[in-house]
């Protein structure tokens, strides 16, 4: 079948490179915003969120920045590795978590 | 993985069949979901539920009905297959998570091919 990762936005690094993931939001209602990662064949998978009253986010190997100026996240990745190659989602709530509204993806490509 | 399952795992049907999906969780878990995946359209939410028989409908329910008898169980329902409802279907539950928010834990997908 098709594969998700048809049509995206697609972002090739090499293995060490600092990687970042841009992620445009319209409702600036949203009370949280998270990324998530999907290998291929699997179900998206958690990395972080942000809550909207701040700005930046840290994690392990990742940061999310949140600029509600302009509406922009962003997903920073630092010493990518080939296991990061994945589609990356962006998604916001503003329903008290209740429901998530998804952005279309990025594909991230690792080459060793 | 949240203890989510989801069956069939892949199914190809007939337009006009009927089709049920199911998601079955183990945690008891409040909140379930249904998603589809189509590419170019990322993930879009058909129906959710917040406890049993209590279901409200996403951005793309027209098509689909769901039932939830009981806290394990989230059914979807296709009652009359066509080729546009062709996708990966992901069934997620939510939690509570660590920074005081909550997350959403996906199951597997089934694949479902209309033809």
């Known amino acids: 079948g098709e594969s998700v990762g048809l049509h995206l936005p697609t972002l090739s690094v090499q293995e060490g490179d600092n990687s970042i993931i841009n992620c445009a939001y319209s409702?600036?209602?949203?009370?949280?915003f998270i990324w998530y990662k999907q290998e291929s064949g699997k179900g998206p998978q958690f990395i972080i969120d942000?809550?909207?009253?701040?700005d930046k986010r840290q994690g392990q190997r990742v940061t999310v920045l949140l600029n509600k100026t302009v509406k922009h996240l962003s997903l920073q990745i630092a010493a990518t590795q080939p296991g990061d190659s994945a589609v990356y989602f962006c998604?916001?709530?503003?329903?008290?978590?209740?429901?998530?509204?998804f952005g279309k993806g990025t594909m991230l490509l690792v080459s060793p | 993985d949240a203890g989510i399952t989801q069956s069939p795992r892949h199914k190809v049907t007939e337009t006009g069949t009927p089709v049920t999906l199911r998601c079955h969780q183990t945690?008891?878990?409040?909140?379930m979901y249904w998603y589809r995946q189509d590419p170019g359209h990322g993930l879009r939410l058909i129906h959710y539920?917040?406890?049993?028989?209590?279901?409200d409908k996403g951005e793309v329910s027209d098509g689909y009905s769901v039932s939830r008898s009981k806290t394990e169980d989230f059914l979807l329902t296709l009652e009359s297959a066509t080729s546009s409802q062709t996708s990966v279907y992901f069934c997620?539950?939510?939690?509570?998570?660590?920074?005081?928010?909550?997350?959403?834990?996906f199951g597997p997908g089934t694949r479902l091919t209309v033809t």
């Open positions: 942000i809550r909207s009253n701040m």
């Open positions: 409702n600036s209602a949203s009370d949280y």
């Open positions: 998604a916001e709530t503003h329903s008290g978590y209740s429901t998530l509204t």
């Open positions: 945690e008891n878990h409040r909140y």
């Open positions: 539920s917040y406890g049993v028989k209590d279901t």
């Open positions: 997620a539950i939510r939690q509570a998570s660590i920074g005081g928010s909550y997350e959403q834990y």
